[in-house]
């Protein structure tokens, strides 16, 4: 059982930055590829971005591609969202996940564990 907290949310204006961080409670965190997700209020949640078990390599969504970055610390047990020049339209509520499979990473049904999301909102 892998527990995912999310953290780091907020209020932010547009062109404005923030980090959100996702820690995993359990030691395989490893093994897990990590990615983030989003769902904004009245759509479907949509995939973010990934990143591989062992950092190598990192997949986004086109519309945050440049603006996004993710990334892992090993030793935390954490997975990072970097958001910089942020727009209106990133207003969502952000989820963390894991999966074990290295198959379709952007689709929400292989991924065995989710966090509770925390909250983005940019205003304009």
């Known amino acids: 059982q892998v527990q995912l907290v999310e953290s780091g949310g907020g209020l932010v204006q547009a062109g404005g930055s923030l980090r959100l961080s996702c820690a995993a409670s359990a030691r395989t965190f490893s093994f897990y590829r990590m990615s983030w997700f989003r769902q904004a209020p009245g759509k479907e949640r949509e995939f973010v971005a990934t990143?591989?078990?062992?950092?190598?390599?990192?997949y986004y969504e086109d519309s945050v591609k440049g603006r996004f970055t993710i990334s892992r610390d090993k030793a935390k047990n954490t997975v990072f969202l970097q958001m910089n020049s942020l727009k209106p339209e990133d207003t969502a509520n952000y989820y963390c996940a894991a999966s074990n499979t290295i198959l379709a990473v952007t689709r929400e049904e292989v991924y065995n564990y989710w966090g509770q999301g925390t909250q983005v909102t940019v205003s304009s």
């Open positions: 990143i591989s078990r062992s950092a190598g390599s990192t």
